[in-house]
């Protein structure tokens, strides 16, 4: 028999290769606990964990549960956690997996944030789509309706098809880390398909759904603005982007106050950074409470809310983390900065439209790869940097 | 190697014990900060949320006041939350020329440009990814003078320096997102892994959600005690607001006790660096850091007898 070389030992005719997989297996039918389970099976590099699952089910266990259809990253259906990761299992490559998991076994686990039904498959009726029916999914359109099309700029709907490359794979949902403390938060798939028909200028009620979307206590300010659903969505959909667009134009548009101190929030730590060109933290917390003003601190809100952080105030006094007079006055840029400062909100605010640069639509510039060469000498912050670690 | 230096605004004023000891820092490491003094806030994420353009504009314009630095190799800054706010408005203003004029057009009447080259673009990294990609995992280990032997660390990143990974230009050769790791190893600790280390601190929310905001910070603190941590680190300035400062409202919002302290990036390396607890503002915690303390003079004492 012919020796193979050590380091090609797996790799078996046809170039197929050895993959371990550990599958978490829950029947909550069974009354048992989960477990983990390990398979190893027999496929070329550049096929899919989802071909893997598949093999191992045919193979060895016919009992292993996954949901499948297209196995092209279309229909959205074999959203799983790989290595701790969300992807479409049809869509994540074995060799890719291999590198990314710890020990060298692919490790295979249901989405979060949803009931396990049964092994890799998640209740997405319970949540996700529950969450996509709470925002209202349909065009509510503007009367009258036109006897043949509406024309509308090609902009604004290469605009919302960003949202409409979702492919509700739930992805987004299974690694929201608001709806883990806060089961209720609506969550960044259905807020990513409100943005779908608030951007939309053939709907009627872009108010109406904004003003709902943020007096909801589990609506758009209950993002934590943790990027998770930016890095997990398959189809570039942005989902956080969106929430982020939903309350500018809730708040900036529309003037939307809505209960949740969100927009109080907003309009104190913008006005903040204008008045001292710092953040004043002490301020902070009653304006966004009790309004954008100095006065903010009086009103019945903020003094409640006060009232509940005094030990927490207390301590950072005690401690000189927070000196009283810092508390008091904050702190401020030299006078000439802070009147460059707000020259530049009198120009930007004062502009009869928001001019907002969305790369989406825009692209980027054709641009040439940096040179790795060394800076010269006095060269002011500049430098030679590998091309992605310049930021 | 000199640095255009932004501190933030929570370094210098609810959490001064960071800046303060970045301030000690530095000189060990031979780093030189010029301070960005007449920069304004990020925007923390915030302003872009109410008006995109205004923080594209008020970052470009500290990041034009960076490039008049004589002799700065690089701008750096020491909080996760300006990292990510900063590095989203450089990455509008470096992939569009027409945009970047429009803004550029706005901070003329101050006499101040954002310029764009390819070839020397405006590098911006946090202290956590100067130290591994500047100074270096082993000229940092040659530096330390009291190695954390013994002492087990739980890494905290922030949100704003792991995600969005293209963004932050985290890829298989640049593992920014595991840095924290590599430099709690090459000061000498122990790393503790544990489920929260990156995910949210909650701080985003607290005025709007605190029942949430807390549970997450409680949630993650508990996970670190159950992992049994002496202390986490962190180099987000806001993290640490909701970590340690929010942590006794956090421990009611939990029902549980944590009494976990959490560092300053600073403060770690500093402590491995030779210098003491009290120099480093760790009185300064609303969570008493004794387990560190008790650790650093239990390693001097030791190297004493």
């Known amino acids: 028999m012919e020796m193979m070389p050590a380091e090609a030992h797996d790799r078996r005719e046809g170039g197929t290769q050895s993959f371990k997989l550990r599958l978490r297996r829950y029947d909550p039918e069974s009354g048992e606990a989960p477990y983990w389970d390990e398979h190893t099976v027999e496929l070329e590099p550049h096929r899919s964990v989802l071909e893997a699952v598949l093999q191992a089910r045919d193979r060895f266990d016919g009992s292993i549960g996954i949901r499948c259809s297209c196995r092209q990253a279309i229909c959205g259906s074999c959203g799983v956690r790989v290595n701790g990761e969300p992807a479409l299992a049809c869509h994540t490559h074995l060799d890719a997996a291999l590198s990314s998991s710890g020990d060298g076994v692919i490790e295979i686990e249901p989405m979060g944030n949803m009931p396990v039904l049964k092994d890799l498959i998640v209740d997405m009726d319970a949540v996700h789509w529950k969450k996509v029916q709470r925002v209202t999914p349909w065009l509510l359109a503007k009367q009258p309706v036109p006897e043949r099309e509406y024309i509308v700029s090609k902009e604004s709907m290469v605009d919302v098809t960003q949202t409409m490359a979702c492919i509700q794979c739930g992805a987004c949902v299974s690694d929201c880390l608001a709806m883990e403390v806060d089961p209720g938060f609506i969550g960044p798939a259905a807020l990513a398909k409100a943005y779908r028909f608030v951007g939309d200028p053939r709907d009627a009620e872009q108010y109406e759904r904004l003003n709902d979307l943020a007096q909801d206590p589990q609506g758009i300010f209950d993002c934590t603005h943790c990027f998770k659903c930016v890095e997990a969505c398959p189809k570039d959909v942005n989902p956080m982007g969106q929430i982020m667009r939903l309350r500018r134009i809730a708040t900036s548009d529309h003037g939307i106050v809505d209960q949740n101190n969100g927009q109080r929030h907003e309009a104190a730590f913008t006005g903040l950074i204008r008045d001292y060109g710092l953040n004043h933290e002490a301020e902070l917390l009653p304006r966004s409470y009790g309004g954008p003003s100095w006065f903010g601190k009086f009103h019945p809100a903020a003094g409640k809310e006060l009232l509940s952080s005094l030990p927490v105030i207390v301590k950072g006094v005690l401690r000189r983390k927070v000196s009283p007079k810092l508390a008091i006055f904050g702190h401020k840029i030299p006078a000439a900065d802070l009147k460059a400062v707000r020259t530049i909100y009198d120009k930007v605010e004062g502009r009869e439209q928001r001019y907002e640069l969305n790369l989406y639509i825009a692209g980027e510039d054709e641009q040439p790869e940096p040179a790795i060469v060394a800076a010269p000498e006095g060269e002011s912050v500049a430098e030679s940097s590998p091309e992605g670690s310049n930021r | ?305």
């Not at chain 2, 301070?35 to 994420?45: H, I, K, M, V």
């Open chain 2, 1 to 305: 190697m000199k640095v255009a230096y932004w501190p933030g605004c929570v370094s210098r004023g609810f959490t001064p014990e960071l800046h303060g000891s970045m301030a000690k820092v530095a000189p060990l490491l031979d780093i030189e900060l010029v301070e960005l003094d007449r920069a304004c806030c990020t925007g923390a994420g915030v302003i872009a949320e109410h008006n995109q353009e205004l923080a594209d504009t008020l970052n470009a314009r500290t990041f034009a006041l960076a490039q008049q630095v004589p002799g700065a190799e690089l701008m750096m800054n020491i909080c996760s939350t300006c990292q990510g706010a900063q590095s989203e408005c450089q990455e509008r203003l470096d992939a569009n020329a027409e945009y970047r004029a429009h803004v550029n057009q706005t901070l003329a009447s101050e006499g101040l440009n954002y310029e764009w080259n390819p070839t020397h673009p405006l590098t911006n990294k946090n202290f956590l990814w100067l130290l591994v990609e500047e100074i270096g995992l082993d000229e940092l280990r040659s530096r330390v003078r009291r190695p954390l032997t013994n002492l087990r660390v739980g890494p905290f990143y922030g949100c704003y320096i792991v995600r969005p990974r293209r963004r932050l230009g985290i890829d298989a050769e640049h593992r920014r997102d595991n840095y924290l790791h590599e430099v709690i190893a090459a000061l000498g600790g122990t790393v503790i892994d544990y489920a929260g280390m990156r995910k949210c601190c909650g701080f985003p929310i607290i005025t709007m959600n605190k029942e949430a905001s807390l549970k997450q910070a409680g949630r993650h603190l508990g996970d670190a005690v159950d992992a049994d941590a002496d202390c986490l680190v962190t180099p987000c300035p806001l993290c640490h607001l909701n970590l340690d400062l929010q942590q006794p409202l956090a421990e009611k919002t939990v029902g549980r006790r944590l009494d976990m302290p959490v560092l300053h990036l600073p403060q770690l390396v500093g402590l491995a660096l030779g210098l003491e607890p009290q120099e480093l503002g760790m009185g300064r915690h609303v969570v008493k850091p004794t387990s560190v303390i008790d650790w650093s003079t239990s390693v001097v004492a030791g190297a004493a007898a």
